[in-house]
């Protein structure tokens, strides 16, 4: 009988709120991940070692880096941080996990790009909505054709949930924009990746309230067109209450049927083609990361390109530039926000 692997033994760099997130999803994947955890304090990572029975801790990212035991690293600090951390562990021959958004500009992507492709090792983007049960049955059913020919995409995410003035997500210059660039671009994805191709979009931003703790642009509409003649909205927002605070509904129109889903992913009714469904597509990985983390030890293991590489993740920026594009005035560089 065949022995099992070894697991994977991946280092976070950063110990917040993030990556307590990954680590909660990551407690059933033993078999296959050994976590440990790298801070510039030291405590703090001896504590997340403790709380989430971590095989290490390390008191720098350098040293988790350098330690030749540490197989990937998973970079969840702030996105101005990404580039150098990335850059830094392919350098030294780790796999990186790089969270999203990944970089702040197209040519940040490219330098992560040619520094994997001299490495010869893996970087996984972590679009976690990628592998979210919801996407991966919306995509099925796009795909099966249940509602016929798409005429219209509707995407709503809203919720009143400010951040405080701490937060470093208030600091555009840490956070690398507003806050449809730190956090929208999940969504961004999730209407992009139904099959369809987003081919031309263009970002309208409501007049921005500067009133409380968190300061930033809170709010996005963009409008989009696919591949397949569809078209779409996304319809994106940090300070508009949602209804039971938190239930968001997003529909996909199509000539002989409406596919409605909650936007989080509970449930997914479909009408068309054949008898009308209800889906619960699951709530155990409801947000992803699992599915997410099998594909990164897949493609470690095989050497086979993971689902959200640099390369999907790089036609997310082009779509996030050309929406920041959009509303600047003419003559105004698109990469500043």
Known sequence: MASMPEPLRVAFLGCGFITGVHSRHLRWLRRDIACAYASRDQAKAAEFCRRFRGAASYASYDAAIDDPRVDAVVVAVPPRFHLELTLRALAAGKHVVVEKPAFLR??????????????????????????????????????????????????????????????????????GGDAFFEEGIHWLHLAGSLGPRITTIQGHRPAVSRE????????MMVAFRYDNGAVGTLYYSREVPSLLRGLRLSKLFGRDGIITFESNGLFVVARGRGWPRLLCPGVRDIRGYQAMYRDFVRAVRGGAPPEMSLERAIDDQRLMDQVYASLEPAGQPAGSR
Do not use: C
């Open 106 to 175: 197209m040519d940040e992507y490219q330098q992560a790009l040619e520094a994997r492709d001299r490495a010869r090792r893996i970087v996984l983007v972590g679009e976690n909505d990628h592998y979210k049960p919801l996407a991966v049955a919306l995509r099925r059913l796009v795909a099966e054709g249940v509602v016929g020919e798409m005429v219209f995409g509707h995407f709503t995410t809203l919720v009143k949930k400010f951040k405080s003035a701490t937060d470093w997500r208030n600091d555009e210059a840490m956070a």
């Open 212 to 219: 409380g703790p968190d300061r930033r642009a809170k709010s």
